[in-house]
């Protein structure tokens, strides 16, 4: 049973490298979601998507790109990492936007 | 007033003592109200969600208080697995899939 998956779970970066977060999720899910915790911070939401070709934006957007092909994957890129954008990111699905999440084991992504 | 706010501890608790912590939330509209934990260095799951006649699930309790706008969590019991980060997660945008807020946690220790 694997739930969702994210790729890779660490990652180290120089300012102004690009990268991209995979998140796959095999429950069959609309809703699928990208998270990002710091410490001292509750988990705040970056994008999301509700249902396959849909993304919106979160609470701290900027910064990031999503995108969701396929229903079963969602993809957060960074095009040009900052320091400030190290973090521990999640990945979360659900079958309704207000239901039980189901979260990705989280990637450790630094920016030097 | 913050949207969602928790007291982040940490607790210390002797095992076997009984453990109760609170969460406060600022919108009146809020419908849904959820406990998750968090492990250290792990993804958050769902403990339990809170319903407006509180809910019981073995050695945990949640309650809702909407007149004062706290949810309660209680553990009886406590177990040295019970050593975790709870999190408030309460949906203050009328059930869409961007409502939901989480609470920075309260970290609980369960001391041998």
């Known amino acids: 049973n694997a739930g969702v998956t994210q790729t890779p779970k660490f990652r180290v970066l120089k300012t102004g490298q690009s990268m991209t977060l995979l998140c796959a999720q095999d429950m069959n899910h609309e809703y699928m979601y990208w998270y990002r915790q710091d410490p001292g911070m509750g988990l705040r939401l970056i994008h999301y998507?509700?249902?396959?070709?849909?993304?919106a934006k979160g609470e701290v957007p900027d910064g990031y790109n999503v995108s969701r092909l396929k229903k079963q994957n969602f993809l957060l890129g960074l095009e040009s990492a900052a320091p400030s954008q190290t973090s521990v990111y999640f990945c979360?699905?659900?079958?309704?936007?207000?239901?039980?999440?189901?979260f990705g084991e989280g990637s450790r992504l630094t920016v030097l | 007033r913050k949207e969602v706010e928790q007291d982040p501890g940490p607790f210390n608790v002797p095992e076997g003592a009984t453990v109760a912590f609170n969460c406060t939330y600022s919108n009146s509209a809020s419908q849904s109200f959820f406990w998750y934990r968090q492990d250290c260095r792990k993804e958050p799951k769902l403990l339990m969600s809170v319903y407006s006649s509180g809910n019981e699930d073995g050695r945990f309790t949640a309650q809702l208080n909407r007149a004062s706008q706290y949810i309660s969590l209680l553990i009886r019991d406590s177990k040295l697995s019970d050593s975790a980060t709870y999190l408030c997660v309460v949906n203050s945008r009328g059930g869409g899939a961007d409502g939901l807020t989480f609470g920075k946690g309260t970290h609980l220790i369960i001391q041998p």
């Open positions: 998507s509700v249902g396959e070709g849909t993304t």
């Open positions: 979360a699905s659900n079958a309704a936007g207000d239901g039980e999440l189901f």
